[in-house]
């Protein structure tokens, strides 16, 4: 089953929102959150990203959320490093929508490309 990695400059907002995710979609899903700065404050960290993904992956390949834009960066940074073709991808992709898209569709125990198009679609999904 694909994994999904929610990498967020707040830790506290990137563990509720796991928590949220695996209360709608399931526990199958594996749901990591990779938030904060190594000192506990707002910020991102390259290496709890990589032991996010570390954790999520389970041979099915990973979706990465993001939640701001140097949040993306510091996951292109990673994923530079890691050098994996095409199993572990970043998502342009609202985060607790397209979270919870994706989460939902890895339940169904599709592939990263469907996964990665459900967070994606998100963005247009209406509220009112």
């Given amino acids: 089953m694909v994994g999904i990695v929610l990498v967020s ?3 506290a907002l990137a563990r509720g929102l796991a928590e949220l995710i695996v209360q709608v979609a399931g526990g199958e899903v594996c749901v990591v959150a ?3 700065a190594p000192d506990g404050g707002l910020g991102t960290s390259g290496d709890r ?9 389970r ?7 993001g939640d701001l834009g140097s949040a993306f960066l510091t996951v292109r940074h ?3 490093d890691l050098g994996r073709n095409g199993e572990i991808r ?9 979270a919870v898209a994706a989460a939902v569709t890895a339940s169904m125990g ?3 490309d469907d996964v990665v198009r459900a967070a994606e679609e998100a963005r247009g ?3 009112l």
């Fill in 9 to 11: 400059h707040s830790a």
């Fill in 34 to 36: 990779a938030g904060g």
């Fill in 49 to 57: 990203v990589s032991a996010a993904i570390a954790r999520a992956d």
């Fill in 59 to 65: 041979g099915d390949g990973v979706v990465i959320l």
């Fill in 78 to 80: 990673v994923l530079d």
């Fill in 90 to 98: 970043l998502a342009d992709a609202p985060l607790v929508e397209g």
């Fill in 110 to 112: 599709v592939g990263v």
């Fill in 125 to 127: 999904a209406r509220k």
